[in-house]
């Protein structure tokens, strides 16, 4: 019988990797790692250009209609406003019922143009004034009747001071000028058209656009204003609207208050500034009533 034989010795595979095998696979994970950081990297990268890019397309639109708004202004300006910033009174074209040496309109019983006896009222207003608007809601009614009872007579001095807030239309000087307008071709309807312009619910708002040149022209034609003379609201000349240069002007004529400053809206009695609260019924009515004695 044969003797048993031995059995063979067989390769086993070793359950741990070999220091060569260790180093391989830490150098594919790092290229992993690596590769994983380099997409990371490149994604941030076009996420960042792209914000980038939309800022600057941002950017780029707010300045082109920052200048195309400007370029209108400018535009506006150039058809309606006065060449020169503040003219001498002697330089201009004024209604033919101002005062030459005011540039007041007078509103006396014998109307629009004449100043009357008695006390004599000097209003400084600007179209988008809000506390002008309340002057004339508040004191309209009275300063209207004691012009026609009692031989007092109210000077108006529409001013255009507050052009920048009206988004580049320079409202203002277009109703300021529409006044002049009025004042000149169609006097005996002055009064109302001043009034409506002033009216709570029609007088725009500070920071708005202001009354458009159409609805000037209906407001001063249900004052009784004729077509034809609103028709001239919009009348350019070399110089801007026909009245441009009264309504550039007048500002500089406002009287100063005590800290050295011309505002609206600004009420004189015989000449000596009034301080009493305007938005009081009847308290302007006492004062000029005393003055009248």
């Known amino acids: 019988m044969p003797a048993p034989q031995s059995p063979q010795p067989t390769s086993q595979k070793s359950p741990h990797p070999t220091r060569d095998q260790r180093r ?34 941002g950017l780029v639109a707010a300045l082109v209609s920052a200048v195309l708004r400007a370029q209108e202004g400018r535009v506006v300006a150039a058809d309606v406003l006065y060449p020169t910033q503040s003219p001498a009174l002697a330089d201009v074209t004024l209604p033919a019922t101002a005062d030459p040496q005011t540039g007041g309109l007078p509103v006396s019983a014998a109307g629009v143009g004449s100043v009357g006896d008695g006390v004599t009222v000097d209003v400084y207003l600007d179209p988008m004034c809000p506390w002008c ?12 009747e004691l012009v026609a009872q009692q031989g007092v007579t109210v000077v108006y001095h529409p001013v255009a001071v507050l052009d920048e807030l009206s988004r580049g239309t320079v ?12 004042a000149d071709r ?19 708002q500070e920071g708005s656009e202001g009354l458009d040149d159409d609805t000037l022209a209906s407001l ?12 001239t609201f919009t009348t350019s000349t070399p110089k801007g609207r026909l009245f441009a240069g009264w ?5 500089a004529l406002i ?4 800290q050295g400053k011309a505002v609206t809206p600004t009420v ?26």
Do not use: C, H, K
């Open 220 to 231: 001063a034609e249900s004052a009784g204003v004729p077509a034809d003379v609103t028709a």
């Open 247 to 251: 309504a550039a002007a007048t500002p």
């Open 268 to 293: 004189l009695i015989d000449g000596e500034r009034w301080e009493g609260d305007f938005t009081v019924p009847g308290a302007l009515r006492a004062a000029i009533e005393t003055a009248i004695g």
């Open 171 to 182: 409202y203002s000087t277009r109703a300021v000028n529409a006044l002049g307008v009025v």
């Open 255 to 258: 009287p100063l208050n005590a």
């Open 186 to 204: 169609a006097p005996a309807a002055f009064p109302a058209f001043l009034a409506s312009l002033f009216a709570e619910g029609t007088q725009p």
């Open 133 to 144: 608007g309340v002057l004339e809601q508040v004191n309209g009614d009275d300063l209207a």
């Open 24 to 57: 391989e696979l830490a150098r594919q994970q790092a290229r992993e790692a690596r590769e994983r950081q380099q997409r990371a990297a490149r994604r941030t990268r076009l996420v960042v250009v792209a914000l980038v890019v939309v800022a600057v397309l």
